[in-house]
């Protein structure tokens, strides 16, 4: 199969290729012996809830205390 780089640096794979990585929507490209590379990436969302935690003054002991507090039974 062939990938066609365009003047925009851009490449398009084959369909038959990112079948296998349907909900994949971002690859790490490196360079190996010559070769590119693509590996499939999945996002971390931690960042994004440790900032929203920090930003509404949650410590660590606070969410510790939520989690007692909603396994409570009856």
Known sequence: MLARLTSKNQLALPKA???NFKDTEYFEVTEESGCIVLTPVRLERAGAVRAK?????LSEADIAEAVVWSRRTG
């Open 17 to 19: 290729v990112l079948s």
């Open 53 to 57: 935690l920090a930003e509404l003054g």
